[in-house]
């Protein structure tokens, strides 16, 4: 029955999980599994702290906008958006309109733990990251939420049991689809 089910779409906020679990998705799906950041950084040649640092953050929106419409409209993939996808009203659309968008909240302090030794998110990089983190949640979660058909939850939960949450999550949304065809 999940052969039926769209491209599939994660989104939410930096530490959330979105590239760990949509990789371990599309596995179990037998999917092709693409994260937009790769994806932006193998169509520029450069890494995501480059291009923030050479383009600006809006230099790397305009390149996040193209990934989102180019890889939305692959059929039948597993997408790992990143964290700000959501801001452009354009992004919303594609992604809500072009398959299933699953949003994977999880709390600040996680978000900040996870995300902790890793360097390679520019807008982290300075004195007060839980100070952004929060600021970000509060601006983004109403447009995750907007834009999502699934939200899922990620506190203590292992990797491996989100991927079986999601799963049964969305063979019930492919049921109650087949219900109206
Ligand atoms: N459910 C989880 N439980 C514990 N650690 C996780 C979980 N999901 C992701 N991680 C870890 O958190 C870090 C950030 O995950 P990542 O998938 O890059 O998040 P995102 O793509 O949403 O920013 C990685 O080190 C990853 O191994
Ligand atoms: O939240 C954001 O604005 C960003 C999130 C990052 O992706 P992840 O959410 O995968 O960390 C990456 O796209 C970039 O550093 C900006
Ligand atoms: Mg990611």
Do not use: C
Not at 62 to 88: F, S
Not at 118 to 142: A, C, F, G, T, W
């Amino acid at each position: 029955m999940l052969e039926e089910v769209p491209s599939i779409f994660l989104v939410g906020p930096m530490g959330a999980g979105k590239t760990t679990v949509g990789r371990l998705l599309a596995k179990q799906l037998s999917r092709e599994f693409v994260d937009s950041d790769w994806y932006i950084e193998m169509q520029t040649g450069a890494d995501i702290p480059w291009i923030f640092a050479k383009e600006g953050e809006a230099g790397f929106r305009a390149r996040e906008t193209r990934a989102i419409d180019e890889l939305t409209q692959r059929p039948n993939i597993v997408l790992a958006t990143g964290g700000g996808a959501v801001m452009a009203e354009e992004n919303r659309r594609y992604l809500h309109e072009r398959g299933i968008v699953v949003y994977l909240n999880a709390p600040v302090d996680i978000q900040l733990i996870r995300t902790a030794k890793d360097k390679s998110r520019p807008l982290l990089q300075q004195p007060n990251p839980k100070k952004v983190l929060q600021e970000l949640y509060r601006i983004r979660d109403p447009l995750y939420q907007e834009v999502a058909h699934i939200v899922l939850p990620t506190g203590h939960t292992y990797p491996r049991h989100m991927v079986q949450q999601l799963l049964t999550q969305l063979q019930v949304l492919s049921a109650e689809a087949s219900k109206y065809e």
